[in-house]
C-alpha cells in the first residue's frame, strides 16, 4: 500500500560527492515537495514542483536543485554534498483537484555526509 | 499562512482520549486547518482537515471553535502506537494557492502512558 516511494532509507556519501535522493509516487499527483528534517528545526521546505518540468524554491534551497522530468518521479539533487547537509529528507505529494489536499508522505532518506 | 501555537508536549493515559489544542487566532476566511502526526523515525501522516464544520474519521475528531481562532483533535481511545508529533498547520486551497503548501511548527509531542 505504499504510495510515495523514497529510493534509499538510509545513506552515507562524502564530502564533495554529487547525490542523488529519488521519490516516485503513484497516486498520480501534481505536486510533489522535498522537506528536511533536524532536531529544533522541524521540517523545512527545501523545493517544491506543481507541474513536470516545473519547480519553485522553498524556505532552504542553497546547496540543493531539483528535477522533474515525469510527473511520478521528483529527485533532489546534492551537487557538492557537505556534512551540513547531513539531515532526514522527506518527500511528500498532494492534488491539487478538488476534495482532500492533503500530503503523503514518503518514509524519508536518513543522509549522512562524511 | 496563519501562525499556529500549540503546547510543547501532552501526556494522556492510554485507553483516554487525547485532546490537542491548537490556537490560530488570525485565521483567514479561506485557510483549512490541518492535523498531521509524525511517529519516531517515520514521515509525518496526515489525520483530519477541516473548514469551520466539526469533522470526525476512522483516526480522529476535529473540533473547530465558531470564530475559528482554535481547534482541538481528539484522539478517542490513545493507544501507545499513537504516542507522537502532532503538528497542526493552517492553509489555504485553492486559486494562487492550489499547490498546498504547508509549513510544519514545531508541532505537540504527545506521550501516550500504560
Known amino acids: 500500500d505504499v504510495k510515495v516511494t523514497q529510493s534509499s532509507r538510509y545513506l552515507v556519501k562524502r564530502t564533495g560527492e554529487k547525490v542523488f535522493l529519488e521519490c516516485v509516487q503513484d497516486?498520480?499527483?501534481?505536486?510533489m515537495f522535498w522537506y528536511r528534517q533536524d532536531p529544533g528545526l522541524g521540517l523545512r521546505l527545501i523545493y517544491f514542483?506543481?507541474?513536470?518540468?516545473?519547480?519553485e524554491k522553498g524556505d532552504i534551497p542553497e546547496g540543493y536543485s531539483v528535477s522533474r522530468e515525469k510527473k511520478e518521479r521528483f529527485s533532489l539533487i546534492l551537487e557538492s554534498a557537505s556534512t551540513n547537509q547531513t539531515s532526514m529528507y522527506l518527500c511528500?505529494?498532494?492534488?491539487?483537484?478538488?476534495?482532500?489536499?492533503?500530503?503523503?508522505f514518503g518514509s524519508g532518506t536518513r543522509l549522512t555526509v562524511v | 499562512d496563519a501562525k499556529t501555537t500549540q503546547p510543547t508536549s501532552m501526556d494522556c493515559a492510554e485507553g483516554r482520549a487525547a485532546n490537542l489544542p491548537c490556537n490560530h487566532s488570525?485565521?483567514?476566511?479561506?485557510?483549512?486547518v490541518y492535523w498531521y502526526r509524525q511517529i519516531h523515525s517515520q514521515g509525518p501522516q496526515y489525520i483530519i482537515h477541516?473548514?469551520?464544520n466539526n469533522e470526525t474519521n476512522e483516526m480522529a475528531s476535529l473540533i473547530i471553535t465558531e470564530d475559528r481562532k482554535s481547534s482541538t483533535l481528539i484522539l478517542p481511545h490513545a493507544t501507545l502506537r499513537d504516542t507522537a508529533v502532532y503538528y497542526c498547520?493552517?492553509?489555504?486551497?485553492?486559486?494562487?494557492?492550489?499547490?498546498?503548501?504547508?509549513?510544519f511548527g514545531q508541532g505537540t509531542t504527545l506521550q501516550v502512558k500504560p
Open positions: 511528500a505529494s498532494s492534488t491539487s483537484g478538488q476534495g482532500d489536499y492533503g500530503y503523503t
Open positions: 497516486m498520480d499527483h501534481e505536486n
Open positions: 514542483s506543481y507541474d513536470v518540468k516545473m519547480k
Open positions: 488570525t485565521i483567514s476566511g479561506n485557510e483549512y
Open positions: 477541516g473548514l469551520k
Open positions: 498547520i493552517v492553509r489555504a486551497t485553492g486559486g494562487s494557492s492550489n499547490t498546498g503548501k504547508l509549513i
